[in-house]
């Protein structure tokens, strides 16, 4: 399958209205404030994480019943959280997640609540053993080709500089919009872009892990 999966209005509007209905009516997430990285001290995002008997005859179980079907046969959801991101994620991958329940990870999907002026920038750098890029500098050479400067400030520049020099774009997805479908293996670096220099409130996306039997 391709590394990456992108999807224009993969699902209905009516869906989507159904589904952001669904997500806003659940009881309070917890926050995640950082602990050490670039945001130190500041809060990062509220996340829902959805369990098994809070999906069945909801919105949220038509969507994993059209996005499963794209995935190779023994996909299955892995977990499935209401994010709210006040502040962008660093760079990072979602190999090792707490409720997958295999060794294999497979892809990170996400689905966009709303219109919002921000992307995800996927790096051709991963790592299957750990999601921390310190970890990856550690191990690893400087990258032949790296991010350009244009770029890094474009999109990157609230994170590390020196992290640049070990990048290199695979891609820049589009900006998010109600009714994507966006998927990519979770192996890969990621990061989101600088959206809260422009943005008032929150990006709000449900978050899908999916492993492979």
Request: aromatic share 14%; net charge negative.
């Amino acid at each position: 399958m391709d590394d990456i999966i992108f999807k224009e209005n993969f699902f209905s509007k009516e869906l989507m209205e159904r589904l952001n209905h669904d997500l806003e009516s659940l009881s309070s997430g917890s926050n995640f404030v950082d602990p050490a990285g670039i945001w130190v001290g500041q809060l990062i995002a509220n996340q829902r994480r959805l369990v098994r008997n809070e999906v069945f005859d909801t919105s949220v179980k038509e969507v994993i019943d059209l996005i499963l079907p794209e995935f190779d046969l023994g996909a299955f959801i892995a977990e499935l959280s209401y994010v709210k991101l006040y502040l962008p994620w660093d760079i990072h991958t979602d190999s090792n997640r707490q409720q997958s329940f295999t060794q294999r990870p497979y892809y990170n999907v996400l689905i966009p609540l709303h219109s919002v002026d921000s992307r995800t920038i996927i790096f051709n750098e991963a790592s299957e053993e750990f999601n921390e890029f310190s970890k990856f500098k550690e191990q690893n050479q400087k990258s032949n080709n790296p991010v350009s400067l244009d770029i890094w400030n474009k999109y990157l520049d609230m994170c590390w500089d020196h992290d640049r020099e070990w990048l290199s774009i695979k891609e820049i997805l589009p900006a998010q919009d109600a009714g994507q479908f966006i998927a990519f293996k979770r192996k890969f670096f990621h990061s989101s872009d600088n959206f809260h220099k422009r943005l008032s409130g929150p990006k709000r996306f449900l978050q899908i892990i999916v492993d492979q039997a």
